[in-house]
């Protein structure tokens, strides 16, 4: 019972800890934004990681080794947020930092805890690190799927008491602070069950099932691997990008093999089959590392530099690590899988040096890409229409926002350049300046040929719903590509009037946006979705040939239960699937 009332009452000071943060109530310390951010991390490390650790080790260790991994973190998370200007909306410009400080959040709690139970000399201490670092995930989701039906039976219970004209719950529900906490203690007491029955409810019974994912994961590599070397090398591109499901892959087959060599031998696969499996993914992982490796290359050299393509490079090489281990490990014969083992627990540290390198000037991803875009640009190859002009100016951090001011000190001397800036950012303000806009957006928007001009209300609309358009992003350099392409139809023929359909291709991503016409205005309904002739999904797709359809003319309407898009080879559906 004490251990209950423990994580009740620590998780009830979560709760009124997120309370404050969704209210925003750290705005009122005497700080500026990077120290709001700092707080925030701060408290949030904090409790994930005492509520984490307290049912194994005691509240006086967990809320020690909380302590110990939280300030730290907030630190460097207040670091790394000087590189960007101080706005409310800090941490929506972060991913990737926020990313390096949870690894440095997590990966930290089963070394904290082997200590906490063994004494320092247990640090290495693989099967304790192992069953630590299992029970984590694990308890956890089964207290979230235990939060998750307390809210649906207090929302039944809500809706029964309605019936009978008792709106008291319904009311309660709604207070923010009530919420809040209540989350919290129900999450606090889900997770002290799941630790008094860690018998019942441990990891071995979800680590089994995905063991017998050996062998498919195998098969598909070796495929993939055959296919690589008969087209030397080259990869299409199908669903999402080449690059990430190679990455992908690869962490999953980390995975599965560290889940396949278990705590020890005795724990360990001894199926033939199983074993097998093992080793050949150990064997193949080298190929997916070095195929992902080949394929980001490509890229950077091809469009230079940018925060992900860093972060995918930093990815590899963590990857590239897995990759040379394990196969190493399985070349030199027995006690391969004692080898792997001491391999992870190496490579923990090497990811944790990673992640505290993102967050200090060691790795500054926005340097080094907003200095790439830069060089690119002078040696003429990339036009300014191609360069990232909106990211460097709004989400580059401080970095982009000098390399944006440099470019802007040249535009003086460089005419498209001046266009591509002038684009981004209209000199007129108010009415005027929305004017230009709107008959900016008209020369840049592709519109099928005979298409009527669209109205007002529609570009305004189109300029609200997606951000990428308003920062002049669909504007290219003279003699290039249209980047945007809009079409009207009546694509939902049970709802009146038209749909527009707003395709864009931008630099780093392709987005589809979905609008209709209701009772005058324009409003935005969604994503819209891709599918191949054969009907299958792709979830990501190069929307720079149907653009270019679309501008010929070679283009239809084609029903699909909704009316959809027919152009380019594909097909596009004015909602998500």
């Not at 050996?214 to 087209?231: E, Q």
């Not at 945007?484 to 049970?494: G, K, M, N, T």
Request: with cysteine; hydrophobic share 55%; net charge neutral.
């Amino acid at each position: 019972m004490q251990l209950r009332l423990q994580h009740i009452l620590l998780g009830l000071l979560a709760g009124m800890f997120f309370w404050a943060l969704d209210n925003q109530l750290q705005q009122r310390l005497p700080i500026d934004a990077h120290g709001q951010f700092g707080v925030s991390v701060l408290g949030t490390v904090f409790f994930a990681t005492a509520l984490a650790m307290l049912g194994e080790i005691g509240w006086r260790r967990a809320f020690g080794a909380a302590a110990l991994i939280a300030v730290p973190v907030a630190l460097l998370g207040w670091w790394a947020s000087l590189g960007y200007a101080a706005s409310e909306t800090l941490a929506g410009y972060m991913p990737y930092e926020l990313l390096a400080l949870s690894v440095l959040a997590l990966l930290p709690m089963p070394f904290a805890m082997a200590v906490a139970q063994g004494g320092t000399r247990a640090w290495n201490d693989y099967p304790a690190l192992f069953l630590h670092a299992w029970n984590i995930v694990v308890r956890y989701a089964a207290a979230f799927i235990f939060l998750g039906m307390v809210w649906l039976v207090l929302y039944l219970s809500a809706r029964l008491l309605e019936s009978v004209d008792l709106d008291f719950l319904r009311q309660l529900l709604r207070e923010k602070l009530f919420a809040f906490a209540l989350s919290g203690g129900i999450l606090g007491l889900g997770l002290a069950v799941v630790t008094e029955l860690e018998e019942m409810i441990s990891p071995t019974l979800i680590l089994r099932l995905l063991r017998l994912l050996l062998p498919p994961v195998l098969l598909v590599a070796v495929i993939f691997v055959a296919g690589f070397i008969a087209r030397r090398g080259e990869v299409s591109l199908i669903g999402f990008s080449q690059i990430e499901t190679l990455l992908a892959m690869a962490a999953a087959a980390v995975t599965l093999i560290s889940i396949g060599i278990e705590r020890d031998d005795e724990s360990a696969v001894r199926a033939r089959v199983l074993r097998v499996s093992a080793q050949g993914l150990a064997l193949v992982l080298p190929v997916l590392v070095g195929a992902a490796a080949w394929t980001g290359w490509q890229s950077v050299t091809a469009q230079g530099w940018t925060p992900g393509r860093v972060a995918q490079a930093v990815l590899i090489v963590l990857l590239a690590g897995y990759a040379l281990g394990y196969a190493g490990s399985v070349l030199l014969g027995r006690g391969w899988m004692a080898r792997l083992r001491r391999i992870n627990i190496a490579m923990a540290g090497v990811v944790l040096l990673a992640a505290l390198a993102w967050l200090t000037p060691v790795l500054d991803a926005n340097g080094v890409a907003a200095r790439s875009q830069l060089a690119l640009y002078r040696e003429g190859r990339i036009t300014a229409g191609a360069l990232p002009l909106y990211a460097l100016k709004n989400h580059w951090g401080l970095a982009g926002q000098a390399a944006f001011a440099e470019l802007e000190t040249q535009a003086g001397d460089d005419r498209a350049l001046a266009t591509a800036l002038a684009r981004l950012s209209p000199s007129a303000d108010g009415a005027e300046g929305a004017s230009a806009a709107r008959a900016q957006l008209r020369r840049d928007l592709v519109l099928p040929p005979g298409a009527k001009v669209p109205e007002d209300a529609l570009l305004d609309a189109i300029r609200a719903r997606a951000p990428e358009v308003a920062a002049g992003l669909c504007a290219s350099a003279e003699g290039a590509a249209a980047n945007c392409a809009l079409i009207e139809a009546d694509f939902l023929s049970d709802v009146p009037g038209d749909e527009a359909m707003v395709l864009l291709h931008l630099p780093d991503r392709d987005a589809i946006y979905v609008l209709r016409q209701s009772n005058g205005a324009w409003d935005s309904i969604g994503w819209g979705s891709v599918v191949d002739a054969q009907g299958e999904p792709r979830f990501r797709v190069d929307l720079a040939p149907v653009i270019t359809a679309i501008k010929r003319g070679e283009m239809q309407l084609a029903p699909s239960g909704i009316m959809a898009l027919e152009a380019g080879g594909l097909r596009l559906l004015p909602l998500s699937r």
